[in-house]
């Protein structure tokens, strides 16, 4: 394992694997349609360019939700 990977790094790895297991989410316009976001917020939490409790949730479900737990 790579340590200080930054979250973007780790779902961006989480996302490939899933792709290549045929598994979703597989892309992060996945993850926006799973929960009803555009995908730029989407980026932008991935990027941790968003701030704050909100961004911090939306960032544990979206881990919960590529499987990355």
Wanted: no cysteine.
């Amino acid at each position: 394992m790579m340590p200080n990977l930054t979250y973007r790094e780790r779902m961006t790895i989480q996302l490939l694997r899933n792709k290549r297991a045929g598994l979703q989410p597989s892309t992060q316009q996945a993850i926006a349609n799973k929960f009803g976001l555009s995908k730029m917020y989407v980026s932008s939490i991935v990027a941790e360019k968003q701030h704050g409790k909100k961004s911090d949730e939306w960032r544990k479900k979206f881990v919960a939700y590529a499987g990355m737990e």
